[in-house]
């Protein structure tokens, strides 16, 4: 639902309008309320709620054409009436009033919306022009078509009438309720045109997520595939794009990871199963995407827009980070400003890149325009002289007489292009009936024009900022409004935000940026906690990359994701937010323990001076290094381990590291195997594993370290006893002590992991004077085969990892 759900009004939200216009339309009447820096309430919409006894029926004006009137012009107005009350209305027929007076200033303009029932304000009933409805039924509804001539409705000077239709019975003696518009007579155009720049955003909550394939070209990921629906061309983003493309002088705010999504999508990529968020992307988990068609045409049809008709493209920050969310709850944490400005810098180049033409940075975009202090410095921050704001937050003086340029001076050497917030709250919600946009087109007009005629000498320069996710049906109503205010003769002039933002500001005008924040948007942004877990992304990312071989493959796509994980766009997504958060949490999880010392189950060390033998795994799809393994004894007195062995794996390989080791007293000793970063800022990398050996004495004087596989061990050293005999009464000398020990083939897989990660009864135990003689330091096995533990493990691990 985006900032419709929000949208706010000049001392107000939307949902505050709703209310206000649901208790109108229970008295019987549908109107349109709004006034200029006093209230702003967003467009009527369709809707019959309960009548009141007095008035029974509802009215709604569904369109007005010309919306525009001329001299000797015909107007026609459509409609439809319905009978809400108990009981039936008798020969039931719509009637039109006769404007009483030109509504020459925005307040009067605002006083006809306010009314809130039938009114002789209204004007007389214009004689011979009705609609007869026949009876009405309780909750019956008809159309209705009424046409009048400018002259019968008594239009003789150029400006803004009310255009009134009342519903009545065979009595005639009241009306039973009523709906109000706006007719603009443009007789004789005269003064100078008013500039109106228009914002036409284009963003979409983030799809892309860190995961890419394992492939060599990093196939990339999306959390669905719902852009495949709204790239279409009846699809939300499709209709914007063939809509604006009939703009001329168009501001298009553009967030550009929208553009890199569907750039990525112009290829093959997979989508994530539900419930994988966090899980590296493979095959058995992810999907075929569709919409490489409908984003190659999307893309397409955009970039010749933009190219077209004197368009503006303004690239917001990468991903459309939200500047008020970090204000309040993530400004000063270690990083954040850093990642501020590339995304700033990244948001131009992408959109540059993608669409080859050039591209205004530097603007910030608050959520719904709402700038306070603190987040006006965050924008500053990100690089933005130019901020974007809603006017119902910074309203103007009550005294001025006139309307300002939008453009004026808020400190620190910024400039906030404020948008007028009567025209903007009018299309700051979903107008999704013929009715809600023709009442919204036709207040736009009547705003319009008695704005050029306040001075007419003077060329106001306007901003009109629509939400954020614009809607097809407010877009086209929008675009309609446009189109009637600027054609010939018209008193609008469709202009650049470039244009707009460097006219001559009002010395008059409201440059005070407010201290406090609106309450009724606290509850939506992103959390402390939330924005301190993004940001704790980046130590553990540090910690990844260190180690690897290859880190452009995770480095780009997790910062990106970073960034993703505080879009604005999330502000109506709560779930949906977190769900992403947690998946690029669990995934850089994910990769970071796929580096790891096994947990050991069992171990053997036979002999006073013998080998201890340690696995690392690598589950990663890539090589790893700027790694040491270091085994560390509790009581080093008792047994002591060999210097740390310095760790390279090739991607989905297991190693195993040889640690001379001497015991020196009997009994269990607590040891720990760690994996280390190299460097001059080392630091433990992934969890300690820990394990316990006994160290016990035997008759010839070598000593056995037991660490779980007593059973094992003691069937080894009755075979070395019995061997040993054997050869002595032959007087036989063994030369391959190594050989003796060597036990029978391992029964089960862990048995064999049992002995790889052990020492003697693998094979190595017992080294002659020449192998203790490099006792100071570890080594890796010469070869050393995967254990059939560790072949399993990797076969059915959550990792293959595609980096």
């Known amino acids: 639902m985006g900032e419709a759900r929000h949208g706010l009004t000049a001392y107000g939200r939307v949902g505050r309008a709703a209310r206000r216009l649901a208790a109108v339309l229970a008295g019987g009447t549908v109107l349109l309320s709004a006034a200029p820096y006093a209230t702003a309430a967003a467009p009527a919409r369709t809707g019959f709620p309960a009548a009141s006894p007095d008035y029974p029926a509802t009215v709604q004006i569904d369109s007005v054409s010309a919306p525009v009137a001329g001299e000797n012009a015909t107007v026609t107005v459509t409609g439809r009436v319905t009978n809400a009350g108990s009981s039936t209305v008798k020969a039931a027929h719509v009637v039109l009033r006769s404007p009483k007076e030109e509504l020459d200033t925005r307040s009067a303009i ?7 029932g039938p009114s002789s304000k209204d004007g007389a009933v214009l004689p011979g022009h009705k609609a007869d409805l026949g009876d009405l039924a309780p909750g019956q509804s008809r159309p209705y078509t009424l046409q009048v001539s400018t002259a019968d409705l008594g239009l003789k000077t150029a ?33 100078k045109q008013t500039r ?106 955009l970039r010749t827009a933009v190219a077209a008709n004197g368009s503006q493209v303004v690239a917001l920050p990468y991903a459309d980070p939200d500047l008020a969310s970090i204000a309040h709850n993530g400004n000063g944490l270690p990083g954040m400003d850093t990642a501020l400005r590339k995304a700033a810098t990244a948001g131009k180049v992408t959109a540059e890149g993608r669409l080859s033409v050039d591209v205004t940075g530097g603007v910030a975009w608050p959520y719904q325009g709402r700038l306070d202090q603190p987040t006006a410095a965050v924008a500053r921050t990100t690089g933005a002289d130019l901020v974007l704001v809603n006017g119902a937050g910074m309203p103007e003086s009550r005294s001025l007489s006139y309307t300002p340029n939008a453009a004026r001076p808020i400190g620190n050497g910024q400039t906030g292009v404020v948008a007028d917030p009567v025209l903007s709250s009018l299309f700051s919600g979903d107008l999704d009936s013929d009715q809600a946009q023709s009442l919204a087109e036709q207040r736009f007009l009547a705003e319009t024009m008695t704005i050029t005629q306040q001075r007419p000498d003077d060329q106001r320069n306007l901003l009109v900022m ?45 440059g005070s940026v407010p201290g406090d924040y609106p309450g009724e948007l606290r509850g939506s942004e992103l959390s402390s906690a939330a924005l ?91 090589a790893v290094g700027n790694l040491e393994l270091r085994v560390t004894s509790s009581q080093v007195n008792r047994l002591n381990v060999g210097q740390p062995a310095t760790v390279v794996l090739d991607g989905t390989t297991s190693r195993t590291f040889r640690f001379p080791a001497e015991a020196q007293v009997n009994g269990p000793v607590q040891m ?7 460097g001059p800022n080392a630091q433990p990398y992934g969890k300690a594993v820990s394990f316990t050996v006994e160290v016990t004495s035997v ?27 054997k050869r002595s009464a032959a007087g036989e000398v063994d030369l391959d002590p190594e050989r003796l020990l060597e036990p029978e083939e391992p029964a089960t897989a862990e048995d064999a992991e049992d002995a790889e990660d052990g020492a003697a009864a693998g094979g190595t135990a017992g080294e002659g004077p020449a192998e203790a003689g490099r006792k100071g330091s570890a ?17 059915t691990g959550d990792e293959k990892v595609g980096h």
């Open 110 to 116: 605002n006083l006809v919306a306010g009314r809130t």
């Open 159 to 191: 400006g803004v009438y009310e255009l009134a239709v009342d519903v009545r019975d065979a009595d005639e003696d009241r009306p039973l309720g009523v709906a109000r518009s706006f007719l603009p007579y443009n007789a004789s155009p005269n003064g």
């Open 196 to 301: 109106i720049a228009t914002l036409w955003p284009l963003t979409h909550a983030p799809e892309l997520v860190a995961q890419t394939m394992p492939d060599n070209d990093q196939m990339p990921v999306l959390r669905d595939d719902s852009l495949t629906t709204e790239l279409a061309p009846n699809g939300r983003l499709g209709k914007l794009v063939t809509i604006g493309q009939t703009l001329p002088n168009l501001t298009w705010v553009i967030d550009p990871d929208l553009l890199d999504t569907v750039y990525a999508m112009t290829k093959p990529y997979r989508v994530q199963k539900p419930g994988t968020g966090g899980e590296s992307a493979k095959d058995d988990n992810t999907v075929a995407g569709a919409g490489q068609n409908v984003a190659t045409a999307w893309l397409a049809q």
């Open 466 to 510: 629509p939400s954020r996710t614009l809607t097809v049906g407010t877009a086209q109503a929008l675009a309609d409004a446009l189109h009637a205010a600027a054609q010939p003769n018209g008193w609008v002039a469709p202009a650049r935000l470039d244009a707009v933002s460097t006219a001559p500001a009002d010395p008059d005008a409201n």
């Open 532 to 622: 301190n877990s993004v940001m704790g992304v980046q130590t553990g990312l540090d910690l990844l990359l260190q180690i690897l071989t290859q880190p452009q493959r995770v480095r780009g796509p997790f910062n990106a994701a970073m960034v993703r994980s505080m879009s604005t766009q999330w502000r109506d997504h709560a779930e949906t937010s977190a769900a992403y958060r947690d998946g690029v949490q669990s995934y850089l999880a994910n990769l970071t323990t796929a580096v790891k010392v096994p947990a050991k189950s069992a171990i053997t060390l036979p002999g006073d001076n013998a080998i201890l033998l340690i696995s690392v795994k690598n589950d990663l799809n890539q």
């Open 672 to 678: 720990t195997a760690q994996l280390w970063t190299t």
């Open 699 to 725: 008759a010839s004087g070598v000593m056995y370290v037991i660490g779980g596989g007593v059973v094992l061990m003691a069937l080894a050293g009755v075979r070395f006893y019995l061997q040993r005999k």
């Open 779 to 795: 080594e890796p096995s010469d070869s050393t085969p995967e254990s059939a533990s560790d072949a399993r493990d990797r076969a």
